[in-house]
């Protein structure tokens, strides 16, 4: 092929791809007038969304609608890519009747904050808290809509404040987030062999323990109540290293002394979505549940049977301290569906009557990615 012959064909490609990016924006710019005729229809029924409210936001809509688009998505461009593209499109159009507030776990740069952009998008006022307590007393009183909180690590476990959180706290999940954790060690110092403190959240030291007992092994571990805190600390000193994301690296411009430090490859947090509404069935849902036993032999196994019997698929189970007596647990437990699907509904009406203590923390869409 001639140069010209080839130069015609990249001007006629570049031609239809701008002919795409005005379909585009014409679409994009239709639904978002849509989304502001919504708006306009809620506020004549009484129904305009209010500060602290939240009711706008609809997360079994959003969850379905999601699930559709990754249903549908044949390529070349991932699941994970179409699904944020088109969250983007949907928190930027949400946001024309009223932008979301959701509290995250502070300060800048966490994974908390990234978990919050993964699951609304962008255009939502995020409020940097100092500790999880925080953000569920934020929630509380109505200064957030949301709140994200970890509860969990592929590697490490649980986030046990948070579990506790929930014994005492009327908010209810709705919804999970599952985020790719890849640990980068942060630093102002030229190489390794200047850094003589390493920083981070305790889970994080955790995650990173045999690449530092490796390459670090004599520095000090500094635990501190966030990875965007370590950094912010560590943006002021000259020997000291931080472990955060990439995010952490541009947000307080520090360098990338080692990439991908976790020695778990496939090391992953799960975030819950914490706020004051029940969510609507989507038919791919989890419902999480808090319970207590009665002190007596067989009470634990009298509680989980109705799950096996009833064919309902309990994925996780958790203990933790109650605070009520010494040697009294608390049970943490996850299953697949529903409180509104019959099935679920039956088992746990069963498993109340045999539980001491029994709340519903909440059902909400499974995450689809």
């Known amino acids: 092929m001639t140069v010209s012959g080839e130069s015609d064909r990249l001007k006629q490609a570049r031609q239809r791809i701008d002919g795409i990016d005005e379909q585009l924006q014409r679409l994009i710019s239709e639904r978002a007038g849509i989304a502001l005729e919504i708006g306009r229809i809620k506020e004549e029924a009484g129904q305009s969304p209010q500060a602290g409210n939240g009711d706008h936001y609809r997360p079994s809509r959003e969850a379905e609608v999601l699930r559709r688009i990754i249903e549908r998505n044949d390529g070349p461009l991932s699941d994970e890519t179409i699904a944020r593209l ?46 999880i307590d925080e953000i569920f007393r934020e929630v509380e009183a109505g200064n957030a809509d949301y709140g994200v909180v970890p509860v969990e690590n592929s590697t490490e476990g649980v986030v046990s404040h948070t579990l506790d959180l929930f014994a005492v706290s009327p908010l209810k999940i709705s919804g999970e987030v599952t985020l790719p954790v890849h640990h980068h060690l942060l630093s102002n110092a030229p190489d390794l062999a200047q850094v003589k403190r390493v920083v981070a959240h305790s889970q994080s030291l955790a995650q990173c323990r045999k690449w530092l007992d490796s390459n670090l092994p004599n ?46 490859p496939n090391n992953t947090t799960r975030f819950l979505i914490i706020g004051r509404q029940s969510v609507p069935s989507t038919g791919h849902d989890m419902t999480s549940l808090l319970l207590s036993v009665h002190n007596r032999p067989g009470a634990l196994y009298d509680l989980l049977a109705p799950f096996a019997a009833s064919g309902v698929n ?56």
């Open 219 to 264: 520095a000090v571990r500094v635990s501190v109540s966030s990875n965007g805190e370590a950094a912010r600390i560590v943006k002021n000193e000259q020997d000291s290293a931080a472990i955060a994301g990439r995010a952490a690296s541009e947000l307080y411009d520090l360098g990338i002394l080692a990439k991908n430090i976790e020695d778990d």
């Open 86 to 131: 088109i969250r983007e499109i949907m928190s930027a159009c949400l946001a024309l009747e009223s932008p979301l507030s959701v509290a995250y776990l502070g300060p800048e740069g966490t994974y908390t904050q990234a978990a919050v952009y993964k699951h609304f998008g962008h255009a939502v006022n995020a409020h940097s808290m100092g500790a």
């Open 314 to 369: 309990l994925c996780r189970i958790e203990s933790r301290p109650s605070r009520r007596g010494t040697w009294d647990y608390n049970f943490f437990i996850d299953i697949v569906g529903h409180v509104e699907d019959g099935q679920v509904r039956e088992v746990l009406d069963k498993i109340k009557q045999e539980a001491a203590f029994f709340k519903v923390l909440g059902s909400y869409p499974k995450a689809a990615l």
